[in-house]
């Protein structure tokens, strides 16, 4: 069965010897082997494990996501930010530093972009104010308001 766990920015695993797949949503954890029906489901923030044909198991924190099994043989999880290790031991320490150095990345972001916006908006304030004091008459000349 073919696994893909897929962030908007990278491909974290792609693998096409899957054999049993398990993860957990709102309801529990849950099991999937080749074979199964056409499944979809939200994933919290959570550990999701595969075991492969030499019968090694493997790894993936998720940052919640949707879970979709296609045609039986094809389990796909997109998610906003993932992090595989075959280690279980080092999977944790990984995801938290992982997941710190994003949300670190989208907070830089989102004040970048709130500063921008703040300038923007001061600017245009400037320039209806601007216009406010100066009317124009039929002549084309520009003159102070109240002169």
Do not use: C, Y
């Not at 096409?16 to 398990?22: G, I, N, P, T």
């Not at 090694?56 to 930010?81: A, L, N, P, S």
């Not at 710190?100 to 972001?109: H, I, K």
């Amino acid at each position: 069965m073919k696994l893909t766990v897929a962030t908007p920015t990278r491909m974290v695993v792609e693998t096409d010897d899957a054999r049993h797949v398990r993860a957990e949503d709102a309801t529990g954890a849950f099991g999937i082997r080749p074979g199964h029906a056409d499944f979809v489901t939200t994933l919290p923030v959570s550990v999701v494990t595969w075991r492969n044909g030499q019968d090694h198991e493997h790894f993936v924190v998720v940052g919640g996501g949707v879970f979709m099994v296609e045609d039986g043989r094809h389990v796909q999880i997109v998610t906003r930010r993932a992090v595989t290790d075959d280690e279980i031991d080092r999977l944790g320490d990984r995801a938290l530093a992982d997941f710190r150095e994003t949300m670190e990345a989208e907070t830089e972001s989102r004040t970048a972009v709130n500063r921008l916006h703040a300038v923007t908006m001061r600017q245009i304030q400037r320039v209806l104010d601007a216009s406010r004091h100066v009317s124009t008459d039929f002549g084309g000349r520009g003159e102070e308001a109240g002169q």
